[in-house]
């Protein structure tokens, strides 16, 4: 479902080019779950959104399902994003005007893909019934993730794409977090791409990876 | 002191990384210093000018002994008061022409002349001689002999064929008089000893009383602090203070942004500066050095922009005075080391004014960074009912100073406090405007679009209040110049009777004149005028002579009328008042005012009110006949003819041909017309530049408002770029949003705006001038003026949009950075 070829990213940092990453190959099935992991600077966040177009690689090619993401214009990268990309941020991305219930259909509607009876399903197995009226800042850290988890997996997507999402969390709220998480990519069946720091995180997930100076290790 | 030092460079490096936020604040401070300054030093060299006037040889500021039945009193008093010990000195005044303008003349006695007499200009002992002895001199102000065209030492002929002693300037003089020596304005003016006043000097002892030298002929007038044309001209320069205040204000209100955002994105470094072991007391005492160093140097630019703006708008200011008032204000500016140490002062207690918030959340902020116990709802909600209830406590005031107030300043004050009040309520208004959006709207990125532009409204809400008392002072300016524009042209046209102007150098010119055209076959009719000076009830009042002549029945526009006002203003014991003389002494059709005449008292019967816009004087219409029975020395030099429209350009010619007339000599009515016109709109034309200032700051407010957010909103709107709403589409959405609160803004300015020229019309202007507009209401202009607030907001939101829409990915996906 997604397939990476000899992808390369180069940033210049004080004038000098800093090569991200050197060539990463990567496959993921539909349904299957990887980790990622890696040293801080080796890349993992760059590869994480280059594969959603947030960013253009300098090299190499991206394919997820049937489109070749490297190959998009920005508008396009913007509808594949909206279309068939879930994404979960450490720093969790809410829209902090909208209620929760907003903020859980926001990305689905936009894409036209809501669905009343998942988004409610959504919202019992992520325990959100008693915080739908309130805002973003009303919440704690755990309750922001699993809104942003819902948000993500509204739309059902193709892939979803999360960056350090238990980051912000202490260990039980992060175990609980991702056990939903894969609970719900389960049972919608979508790819699921996760960075993290943590190893044992890492190890309840199908396959494990490890980014090591810009290439899998 | 090292480690003041160190936080200082601490809190300073804010500002290397945030260098427009810097430009921003400076930009407020400098706006605000200058507008104010800029209008404090118009308002300097008009009171100094006053002070002049008031000054010359002893004015309104100088004890004085006056006739009180006439405007003078015989010469042999004056000897008495002197042998009884009074320190008195003779002045006579009056007016003479010169080369067609009208000009003071005041003769003085510079022996006896007391020496406390204020700030006057004394004459050199060297020159004394000179002066007094013949031929004399007379003494006039520079800008004075330049209106007249003459040349120093020149000796121009009066309308009644006297000659001037020989023309010498006396620099600290105030313009429009000419000095001369009592003996030479007697002669000039034809009242051989006659006096008009006697200044008083200090009495070196108790001298006798004056009812036992001179019984009831005269009697004292104390000094008064404000002179008559001060009065007149509070008004004028209370506007003037206003719109400096507003600028000031809207300048503030970029300041408060600025330092807001600021205290907000420094929060965390003054944290750790506190956990570093920096006292409160250090950080907040440190915080105020760097606002106050900022100030200063704001304030010192903004002095030097707040210069050239008073040096830009002088001449125009100076021609609203003398349209106005008949004021004489120099043209160039000179400026007193008060008014920049007032200047500097004014920067700073305005940013600090404007950094109060900022400065006592910095006081009370705690170590360690706490949640916020409610949502940004509900903070917002408790906020906007705060205000709205502080709004409608000003909107009370307001009601209160309509109610009960009688002053000019009451009338300002209506009007400060329905804009205060409005400014206040805004932000709840546009909270309810949209909070309705957001429940009608059924799309999510309509729903986002509404629910945003909520959040929004604390971070735009002082910019928004300047735009909308910007916007509405300019609706009521504009709807107020509008409104006495138009009603001043269909006046011009009433009264503006005839269709040639002729004005002659002297009387026997004026004879001679009157004698050719009687001759003249295309000459249908010669209506005669004639102006006369007075004072009734201490207030100096123009008799202006008409002749008897269909002509002004059908065209010369009544407010009132008594039934057969014009057959009963011939007999020359009635007459017509001008509207804001009947206010200032409370005189009605069918009371009698008696006018001080050199025979005698002079009853009039009052038969008609009339509008008399841009007179400063108080005026009396009667008949012209009457009027030199009652003033014989009335110069008979003003002609008005009524003459074929085809004829009138050949009649010019050969009046000009035969009598040497210049342009200024003799017109038609178009271009006495035109002339009115163009001293009319260079009256407004200072209104027009303060309104365009104001709106330009408010504009530059609302630019840095959304400057500042747009970089605080980074974090709001990448998420949305991240699920996929494109950069364009989201600058759209933003100039969008901001255009829809700028529009919903000026829509509720157009009311305001309104109110606020009905309480030009119907308040301020009746207290300031006497008279009374009708109300219109100009939908055009109003369309126009909300066009302008929208190309303004899409100005000042086009640059914040333009960098949203280019903005590189890598800017956006930082937001979404881990390692930041």
């Known amino acids: 479902m997604l397939s990476i070829k000899n992808l390369s990213k180069t940033f210049s940092s004080a004038g000098e080019p800093v090569h991200v990453l050197r060539g990463v190959d990567l496959d993921l099935r539909a ?187 | 002191m090292r480690r003041a030092l160190w936080v200082l460079a601490v809190l300073l490096s804010h500002w290397r990384r945030h260098k427009m936020q810097f430009a921003t604040l400076l930009v407020g401070l400098i706006a605000a210093t200058a507008l104010w300054s800029g209008v404090q030093a118009i308002n300097q060299q008009a009171r100094n000018a006053y002070d002049r006037a008031a000054a010359t040889f002893g004015g309104i500021r100088t004890a004085m002994l006056v006739a009180p039945a006439g405007a003078t009193f015989p010469q042999e008093l004056f000897i008495k008061l002197r042998r009884a010990g009074w320190p008195v000195s003779s002045a006579l005044e009056g007016r003479v022409q010169v080369n067609g303008r009208s000009v003071r003349l005041l003769g003085i006695e510079p022996v006896t002349l007391p020496v406390e007499i204020g700030n006057a ?110 009065r007149l001209t509070d008004s004028f320069h209370l506007n003037l203070t206003a719109f400096g205040l507003l600028s000031f204000f809207v300048g503030l209100f970029i300041v408060n942004s600025a330092v807001g955002l600021a205290f907000e994105q420094r929060l965390p470094m003054l944290r750790t500066l506190r956990a570093c072991g920096a006292s409160a007391r250090l950080v907040n005492s440190v915080l105020v050095v760097e606002l106050v160093a900022l100030a200063l140097i704001a304030g010192l630019i903004g002095l030097v922009c707040g210069y050239f703006i008073a ?5 125009d200011v100076a021609a609203s005075l003398r349209g106005l008032y008949g004021a004489q204000i120099p043209g160039q500016l000179t400026l007193q080391p008060e008014w920049w140490l007032a200047g500097i002062g004014i920067s700073i207690a305005g940013a600090l004014v404007a950094a109060a918030t900022s400065l006592i959340k910095a006081i009370r902020m705690p170590v360690l960074a706490t949640a916020q116990p409610h949502a940004w709802q509900q903070r917002q909600r408790r906020w906007l009912i705060l205000q709205s209830l502080a709004a409608c406590a000003v909107f009370a005031v307001a009601l209160l100073l309509l109610q009960y107030g009688q002053s000019l300043i009451a009338g300002f004050g209506v009007l400060a406090a329905l804009m205060f009040g409005a400014a206040l309520i805004l932000p709840a208004l546009l909270e309810i405007i949209l909070l309705a959006g957001q429940r009608a709207a059924r799309k999510p990125l309509a729903l986002w679009f509404w629910a945003d532009s909520r959040q929004q409204l604390s971070g735009l809400s002082l910019a928004l209040m300047a735009l909308l008392l910007a916007l509405a002072v300019n609706v009521g300016v504009s709807t107020m110049v509008e409104t006495f524009s138009r009603t001043f042209l269909g006046w011009l046209n009433g009264r503006l009777a005839a269709d040639v102007y002729i004005s002659a150098s002297d009387n ?297 829409a280019r903005m590189q990915p890598a800017n956006l996906v930082k937001v979404f950075a881990n390692e930041r």
């Not at chain 1, 909208?98 to 936009?110: E, G, K, T, Y």
């Not at chain 2, 076959?521 to 002549?549: F, K, M, W, Y």
Request: charged share 20%; glycine share 8%.
């Open chain 1, 31 to 217: 349904g299957e779950r990887v980790a990622l992991t890696g040293e801080s600077g080796s890349g993992k966040s760059t590869l994480l959104h280059l594969i959603a177009g947030l960013d253009a690689a300098d090299g190499g090619a991206i394919r997820l399902e049937d489109v070749e993401v490297t190959a998009l214009s920005d508008a396009g990268r913007a509808s594949l994003r909206r279309d068939r990309i879930g994404l979960v941020f450490q720093q969790f991305n809410l829209i902090p005007s909208l209620s929760v219930a907003d903020n859980l259909v926001f990305q689905a509607r936009i894409a036209d893909r809501h669905d009343a009876a998942w988004t409610k399903e959504l919202v019992e197995r992520l325990g959100l019934g008693a915080l739908l009226k309130r805002y973003p800042e009303q919440l704690s850290g755990g309750q922001q993730q699993r809104v942003a988890i819902g948000r993500a997996l509204a739309t059902k997507p193709s892939l979803l794409l999360a960056d350090e999402p238990t980051g912000n969390l202490d260990e039980t709220t992060a175990e609980n977090v991702l056990a939903l998480t894969r609970d719900l990519v389960a049972r919608t069946g979508c790819g699921f791409l996760m960075v993290t720091h943590s190893l044992h995180l890492a190890g309840t997930l199908d396959r494990h990876l490890t980014l090591h100076a810009g290439r899998i290790a």
């Open chain 2, 121 to 230: 200009p004394r004459l050199g002992a060297a020159d004394l001689g000179r002066f007094v002895a013949p031929p004399g001199q007379t003494l006039v102000a520079r800008e004075t002999l330049s209106e007249l065209q003459e040349a120093e030492g020149a000796t121009p002929p009066i309308s009644n064929g006297a000659k001037l002693p020989p023309l010498r300037v006396l620099p600290q003089l105030a313009p429009g008089v000419l000095v001369v020596d009592i003996g030479v304005a007697q002669r000039l003016l034809n009242k051989p000893d006659q006096l008009s006043r006697l200044l008083i000097g200090k009495p070196k002892s108790k001298p006798a009383p004056l009812a036992s030298v001179v019984g009831d002929q005269l009697q004292l007038v104390e000094p008064t602090a404000e002179t008559e044309l001060e």
């Open chain 2, 311 to 315: 040096a830009v708008l002088l001449p």
């Open chain 2, 508 to 804: 026997a010119q004026g004879v001679a004149i009157r004698n050719w055209l009687r001759e003249r076959s295309d000459v249908q009719a010669i209506l005669s005028g004639g102006r006369a000076e007075a004072q009734v009830q201490g207030q100096p009042v123009e008799l202006l002579g008409l002749p008897d002549h269909a002509l002004y029945r059908e065209r010369w526009p009544l407010l009132e009328a008594a039934p057969r006002a014009w057959s009963r203003l011939m007999p020359g014991n009635a007459a017509f008042i001008s509207e804001q003389f009947s206010r200032r002494l409370n005189v009605r059709i069918g009371d009698v005012v008696e006018v001080p005449a050199p025979g005698g008292t002079w009853e009039l019967d009052i038969v008609g009110v009339y509008a008399d816009y841009g007179n400063p004087k108080g005026q009396l219409t009667v008949n012209v006949a009457a009027l030199i029975r009652q003033f014989p020395q009335t110069p008979q030099t003003r002609i008005g003819l009524i003459v074929a429209k085809e004829n009138i350009p050949g009649l010019i010619a050969a009046l000009q041909k035969q009598f040497a007339l210049d342009d200024r000599s003799v017109a038609d009515q178009a271009t006495v017309k035109a002339e009115s016109v163009r001293i009319f709109n260079r009256t407004f034309a200072v209104t027009s530049a303060l309104n365009a200032f104001t709106l330009g700051v408010a504009g530059i407010a609302l630019f840095t408002s959304l400057l500042t957010l747009a970089n605080s909103r980074l974090p709001h709107l990448a998420p949305l770029w991240a699920i996929g709403i494109t950069r364009p589409r989201l600058a759209a959405i933003e100039l969008t949003k901001t255009l829809s609160v700028a529009l919903f803004t000026a829509l509720l300015a157009v009311p305001l705006g309104l109110l606020v020229a009905w309480c030009l019309i119907a308040i301020v202007n009746v207290k300031a001038f006497g008279w009374r507009l009708p109300f219109h209401v100009f939908p055009l202009q109003l369309v126009e003026l909300v066009a302008v607030a929208l190309l303004a907001s899409l100005l000042a939101a086009l640059l914040p949009v333009a960098r949203l």
